[in-house]
T-cell receptor, first 111, second 113 residues
Framework: AAGVIQSPRHLIKEKRETATLKCYPI?????VYWYQQGPGQDPQFLIS???????DKGSIPDRFSAQQFSDYHSELNMSSLELGDSALYFC??????????FGPGTRLTVT | QKEVEQNSGPLSVPEGAIASLNCTYS??????FFWYRQYSGKSPELIMS????GDKEDGRFTAQLNKASQYVSLLIRDSQPSDSATYLC?????????????FGKGTLLTVNP
């Protein structure tokens, strides 16, 4: 069965640079969620989109923005990167109010 | 106090034993509860979902929900070394409106051969 696709899988950036993470949901899933997981931490909800509209917002820094496109893929844009942004970033997708299935994640390292 | 609490463990059981994982949550309006398994450096993998009070069984896994006590648990029967992972309890604290999941810190389970 098709799963959530995330790219890139690994990303190394320097402080103050910009990064863009991409997420392609499971086919026919129209809701996308972004989570951040720091080392030894549980996943923290950042933001979600349903039918290309933001549906909820969590602890997402103002330096981050995201959107969902007409083909339902989503991008998380991160600017002015800080060392503390180093983490695993997971995208999950679901049908409306359905169970969330997680992608493999993007490991972001900020040096 | 964190909204979703789990015993951080580590929990160590011998192969073939029953592993019992517990989770409590803070909000009585919560309607949806999930257990995810996460291997180190990998993404959370859905094990069970449960929405109604009582037990739900799927193979070697049984989820138990008690909304009055705000408690959800996961039992793993006939534990295998491949079950060794961190188990994350996740709760939709919004009451079912948007499925924003709040995770517990996870319980590290080790199954010894």
């Amino acid at each position: 069965a098709a799963g959530v696709i995330q790219s890139p899988r690994h990303l190394i950036k320097e402080k103050r640079e910009t990064a863009t993470l991409k997420c392609y949901p499971i086919p026919r899933h129209d809701t996308v969620y972004w989570y951040q997981q720091g080392p030894g931490q549980d996943p923290q909800f950042l933001i979600s989109f349903y039918e290309k509209m933001q549906s909820d917002k969590g602890s997402i820094p103002d330096r981050f923005s995201a959107q969902q496109f007409s083909d339902y893929h989503s991008e998380l844009n991160m600017s002015s990167l800080e060392l503390g942004d180093s983490a695993l970033y997971f995208c999950a997708s679901s049908s409306p109010r359905g169970t969330q299935y997680f992608g493999p994640g993007t490991r972001l390292t900020v040096t | 106090q964190k909204e979703v609490e789990q015993n951080s463990g580590p929990l160590s059981v011998p192969e073939g034993a029953i592993a019992s994982l517990n989770c409590t949550y803070s909000d009585r309006v919560s309607q949806s509860f999930f257990w995810y398994r996460q291997y180190s450096g990998k993404s959370p993998e859905l094990i069970m979902s449960i929405y109604s009070n009582g037990d739900k069984e799927d193979g070697r896994f049984t989820a138990q929900l008690n909304k009055a006590s705000q408690y959800v648990s996961l039992l793993i029967r006939d534990s295998q070394p491949s079950d060794s992972a961190t188990y994350l309890c996740a709760v939709d604290l919004s009451g079912g409106s948007n499925y924003k999941l709040t995770f517990g810190k996870g319980t590290l389970l080790t199954v010894n051969p």
